[in-house]
């Protein structure tokens, strides 16, 4: 039983949230940057790019890592709402973990449908005999990924915002870093290239808060403990 409790209060500490955001940033930002560098930006095309080997493995890669970064993401979002506990306001909380389980699952169908154009497209048989049917699944899945699921997350950004501001877990500069790049995503994604990329980057600078946070609090605590 002694060894039990510490290792279930390291599992829900501010610690382990920030490690899981951080690891859900960096998988999602190279999986993004992947498919945006390999990929090409118009929809109706596929030009020579799905018998490139080069690009068609980076494409590949990056749909293997985003199972991943939706893992570590879930895992985020346990671990965050553990620690708001019992002074969530229950209408953001709501939104929190809505919006961030939908975020994953349209990002995940999205991998999924460019996977099956990827796999079907193989030796550039669409492209070369049906570009209706590739321009379809192209447009599918950048408005899957680049319009309805940064929406979720600009909305999943506004609500873990607001609670940690309610909750005074971050100061105000990350709050207002965080509205901006809400309103970024909500407005403007899916016209500005590589916009999506905000996502990661709030994850990311909002762990490392929280890690930056936790160290220093452990830090200090033996120090305040000693005579």
Known sequence: MSVAIPARTAIRSP????VAGI??????????ALVRSAAPSDPRTA?????DGGRRKAVLVALNLLPFAAIAFLWFIGVVRDRIGEGEDRLFATVFLGSGLLFVAMMLSAAALAGGLLFTADDNAIAAS??????????ITNTLLNVYAMRMAAVFIVSTTTLAVRLRLIPRWLAVVG?????ALLLTVGVIPWLELLFPAWVFVFSVHILIVTVRTASASPAAAAP
């Open 15 to 18: 610690r382990a949230a920030a």
């Open 23 to 32: 690891a859900f940033a960096v998988l999602l930002t190279i999986a993004l």
């Open 47 to 51: 030009g020579d790019w799905v018998a």
């Open 130 to 139: 049906q570009p209706a049917i590739w321009a379809f699944g192209r447009r």
């Open 179 to 183: 509205y901006l790049a809400a309103a």
